[in-house]
């Protein structure tokens, strides 16, 4: 029986001297126990070969930076543009990975530093928290900002560190979100995950959790029928994917995405900002229209970290900028994400748009659109502000909710309070620093 393709068929042949239904293809173990870990099965299985000095270069590469594809995604390289294609730069190592630049960190966004569970919680933000259930991945993506703990089997969280990060959780009522990472959480067992999401159900201030994964796009086979029916009794649930190019967006991809999108889970995607990949706005724009085709919203476009071994990704902000300006008023709003960087030091998202305000005054603010007409909106004249104390919990307002608690400003909100006299914001005084120095 032939499987998805003529190319898929051909790799399955040479993976394995027994015949491959696409029963057994299709099968995510199936795929994980044949994941490509050396060049001489990539090869192979490409019909390529390198020479005795690229060779040697990939061998060191390997050496600091593991290999491991999935047969399907492998399946998806251009074999007669292999070395330029966006699939093969995203899963096969480039001897560019040595080059380390004096910028570049093992850990640029201080997740260990804001880990007050070390290895399983980073606590960032005031309201959720990073849970890294699993750093292991079905695929070792080229581009990955925690490439410092990819195949350090070491760093591999056990059950007993995965309850220390459920105490965690609920010893701090200000965490109503939890964002489950790694690695990738769907190498979990259904069992397991179901355990994890179970105990997180458990905790009354934990409101929504979100899962963040890269199997709709390197391993679709893993979202089953059993999978996401064990996902679907765990409502509020997000699922965030990531998606580069829209030659990863393939008949069983949009199968799994099908699959969860039609049990209810809202779909996000986080596109990382690659260059050779996906650095033109014809590319990125192609991609997020057949997302929302798949009904996932785009979410993020990330500027590439300044992690260890990824200078040859990094492309100039200029360039996320000019692609953004090909997106807002050219395509539906829903359709366009944010553009971030995520902040090195642990500073967290910062999100980057082209400048549409030009100028402001007491009575008017000058504005631009996409097209470059120049425009003005008037102000109001009589603007009464309505005092507000912060004092949330005893508010009597028009602005009081039935649900709100007490609630304390922090950051940019307690500059603007008429309440707090801080008149400056030093990153000592904030939250996260103090919560880094308890520890």
Not at 173 to 200: A, F, K, N, Q
Not at 400 to 424: F, P, V
């Amino acid at each position: 029986m032939p499987i998805y393709s003529a190319n898929q068929q051909e790799l399955a042949d040479k993976i394995s001297p027994e015949n491959v239904p696409l029963s057994q293809w299709k099968d995510w173990k199936w795929q994980l126990k044949h994941s490509i870990q050396d060049i001489d099965t990539v090869e192979l299985l490409l019909g390529i070969q390198f020479s005795p000095d690229e060779r040697s270069k990939l061998e060191q590469t390997l050496e600091k930076f593991p290999l491991s594809i999935t047969p399907y995604y492998l399946s998806l390289i251009d074999t007669e543009n292999w070395q330029s294609g966006p699939v093969f730069r995203q899963a096969f190592p480039s001897p560019e990975e040595l080059v380390i630049d004096r910028r570049d960190m093992a850990d640029p966004l201080a997740e260990d530093k804001d880990s007050p569970v070390p290895g399983v919680i980073t606590h960032r933000y005031p309201d959720r928290v990073l849970f890294q259930v699993s750093n292991v991945c079905s695929m070792y993506c080229r581009h990955c900002t925690r490439k410092r703990k990819v195949g350090d089997v070491d760093s591999i969280p056990g059950k007993e560190a995965v309850r220390l990060g459920l105490e965690y959780i609920r010893q701090t009522p200000e965490v109503r979100d939890v964002l489950l990472s790694g690695g990738d959480p769907l190498m979990l067992s259904d069992d397991y995950l179901d355990w994890i999401l179970t105990e997180l159900r458990r905790i009354p201030h934990v409101q929504v959790i979100r899962i963040g994964t890269r199997m709709p796009v390197v391993l679709p086979y893993r979202i089953t029928d059993e999978l996401v029916a064990m996902l679907k009794k765990h409502h509020p649930l997000w699922v965030n994917t990531h998606f580069n190019h829209p030659r990863e967006i393939t008949t069983s991809s949009k199968q799994a995405l099908r699959k969860m999108a039609d049990a209810g889970i809202p779909l996000g995607n986080q596109t990382v900002l690659l260059a050779g990949v996906n650095d033109c706005p014809r590319i990125i724009k192609s991609l997020i229209h057949k997302l929302v085709e798949n009904r996932v919203r785009p979410y993020y476009l990330y500027q590439c970290d300044l992690s260890e071994g990824l200078t040859h990704f990094r492309t100039p902000v200029g360039k996320g900028i000019e692609i953004m300006e090909s997106l807002i008023g050219h395509t539906s709003g829903f359709s366009v994400p944010t553009y971030v960087i995520d902040a090195p030091g642990g500073g967290g998202k910062i999100p980057l748009t082209p400048n549409y305000l030009i100028s402001l005054s007491t009575n008017k603010v000058v504005l631009r659109n996409y097209e470059g007409v120049i425009t003005t909106y008037q102000e109001p004249e009589s603007y009464k502000t309505t005092f507000c104390d912060r004092n949330c919990a005893d508010c009597r307002l028009q602005l009081k909710l039935e649900d709100a608690e007490e609630c304390l400003a922090t950051g940019i909100e307690m500059l603007l309070s008429d309440k707090n006299e801080t008149i400056s914001l030093t990153p000592e005084n904030n939250e996260r620093m103090e919560r880094r120095n308890n520890d």
